[in-house]
């Protein structure tokens, strides 16, 4: 019988810290940039050792993805997919820029050995991640940025954000927002 009510409580733990971390999750999530709101400026070092700032893109689209680390699994097969696509996205009149808290050399590194021409950003200090409510997961001493993806219109706007993306077919609905969202404005 004490064993019973042992497992009880250790079940009824778990419970509760599973609850407190999905309402944590819900709660960073709640702190997102939302449709409609005019997207912050920004400028953050490139891949290319550049300084690049989401001013320079003003009258096409902005496709703003954060993700977790460089040369992971789920990273490299999101990455691949924008790069995959990208002559849709230039016909589209779009520009990729992807945001990680990775350094400009891991990002050189990751772009050199997965052939990525699109901007990768390093925001290893958190502002534009802490600006945009992008969700920060700690994993021991290392913080990684939850992949959040936000659409910004050629006014600057914000037009649709995907708070928890699946990577395999990312790249095609981020294209179809981008179609959509021209459509409504036609």
Same mark, same amino acid.
């Given at each position: 019988?004490?064993?019973?009510? /042992?497992?009880?409580?250790?079940? #009824?733990?778990?419970?509760?810290?599973?609850?407190?971390?999905?309402? $944590?999750?819900?709660?960073?999530?709640? +702190?997102?940039?939302?449709?409609?709101?005019?997207?912050?400026?920004?400028?953050?070092?490139?891949?290319?050792?550049? !300084?690049?700032?989401?001013? !320079?893109?003003?009258?096409?689209?902005?496709?703003?993805?954060?993700?977790?680390?460089? !040369?992971? !699994?789920?990273?490299?097969?999101?990455?691949?997919?924008?790069?995959?696509?990208? $002559?849709?996205?230039?016909?589209?009149?779009?520009?990729? /820029? +992807?945001?990680?808290?990775?350094?400009?050399?891991?990002?050189?590194?990751?772009?050199?050995?997965?052939?990525?021409?699109?901007?990768?950003?390093?925001?290893?200090?958190?502002?534009?991640?802490?600006?945009? +409510?992008?969700? #920060?997961?700690?994993?021991?001493?290392?913080?990684?940025?939850?992949?959040?993806?936000? /659409?910004?219109?050629?006014?600057?706007?914000?037009?649709?954000?995907?708070?928890?993306?699946?990577?395999?077919?990312?790249?095609?609905?981020?294209? $179809?927002?981008?179609?959509?969202?021209?459509?409504?404005?036609?």
């Amino acid at each position: 019988m004490q064993r019973a009510g /042992l497992w009880s409580m250790v079940l #009824v733990a778990a419970l509760a810290v599973a609850g407190t971390a999905r309402m $944590a999750m819900a709660a960073a999530a709640a +702190g997102l940039l939302e449709t409609g709101t005019a997207a912050p400026n920004f400028t953050l070092p490139s891949q290319e050792d550049k !300084q690049v700032s989401l001013s !320079q893109y003003k009258g096409k689209w902005v496709v703003l993805y954060f993700y977790p680390k460089d !040369q992971t !699994q789920g990273c490299t097969i999101e990455a691949h997919n924008f790069q995959r696509d990208q $002559a849709m996205y230039d016909k589209a009149n779009a520009a990729v /820029l +992807g945001v990680s808290l990775d350094t400009a050399d891991s990002h050189k590194a990751f772009c050199t050995k997965e052939n990525l021409t699109f901007k990768l950003l390093a925001d290893p200090e958190h502002k534009v991640v802490d600006e945009y +409510g992008v969700p #920060v997961v700690a994993a021991g001493p290392n913080h990684f940025a939850k992949r959040v993806t936000f /659409l910004i219109s050629p006014k600057g706007k914000i037009v649709k954000v995907w708070p928890d993306v699946k990577v395999q077919n990312h790249s095609e609905e981020v294209l $179809a927002a981008i179609d959509e969202a021209k459509k409504a404005k036609s």
